[in-house]
């Protein structure tokens, strides 16, 4: 190797020691020892997203952009692949958000509103798709755990995924795509206006400044 690279032996060593580091390859030793490529770890790229958002380089607009322009053309995946199975099981996710909100469960709530974005994805069979959506909604659930969302928050998310799954189990692709957007936009703005009201309380935790200061100029 490092004949081909025209370099020394110190410079391959330390190239392989920061892929070990980055979790790309294993260094074996002994007789079949050697450098190997990892299997695919997918957990590496959503660690990624998490440090990114606890140093403040993420925040809820950029989150937002994000989310319009992957499921819009996620979407486009889904209504070609979606079949009768996937309608029942974005509803049974639907239905269980609606019991942990008559329950009171609020973090139980939030989880079903966001896995129904990664059920969604999943029906594209697509990994990369689905590796970024499970990113987002990583990135959507620090937001909506540590704001804490309302109930009307809840109860607008739970009848637009209700509109979303009726759209894509009538064909209807344009009209599934305008309320998923429409969605997104409700749920970032909502929860930015109920920040600035925890912000004026003087109730919210300082970690969530550096996220939140861009929007709010």
């Not at 099981?89 to 639907?94: E, N, P, Q, S, V």
């Amino acid at each position: 190797m490092a004949e081909s690279f025209g370099v020394g032996r110190p410079a391959i060593r330390e190239a392989l020691r920061g892929l070990e580091i980055a979790g790309l390859v294993t260094i074996r030793q002994g007789r079949e020892g050697g450098a190997y490529v990892q299997a695919n770890n997918l957990d590496l790229i959503a660690n990624h997203y998490s440090n990114l958002l606890r140093f403040g380089r993420v925040t809820l607009q950029h989150v937002t952009e994000a989310r319009l322009f992957i499921e819009t053309l996620m979407l486009d995946l889904v209504i070609l692949k979606i079949t009768p199975e996937d309608i029942t099981k974005l509803r049974r996710c639907i239905d269980a958000s609606e019991k942990a909100l008559r329950l009171g469960k609020a973090v139980e709530r939030a989880e079903h509103n966001l896995n129904f974005h990664c059920i969604l994805s999943t029906i594209t069979e697509n990994p990369i798709i689905i590796l970024n959506i499970s990113s987002i909604m990583d990135l959507m659930s620090y937001f909506v755990l540590q704001i804490k969302t309302t109930k009307k928050i809840s109860l607008n998310t739970i009848e637009a995924h209700t509109r979303i799954v009726d759209f894509l189990e009538a064909g209807n692709l344009e009209e599934a795509k305008e309320q998923n957007a429409l969605h997104i936009k409700d749920v970032s703005q909502r929860l930015k206006d109920k920040y600035e009201k925890l912000v004026e309380e003087g109730s919210i935790s300082n970690n969530l400044l550096p996220t939140f200061e861009v929007n709010l100029k």
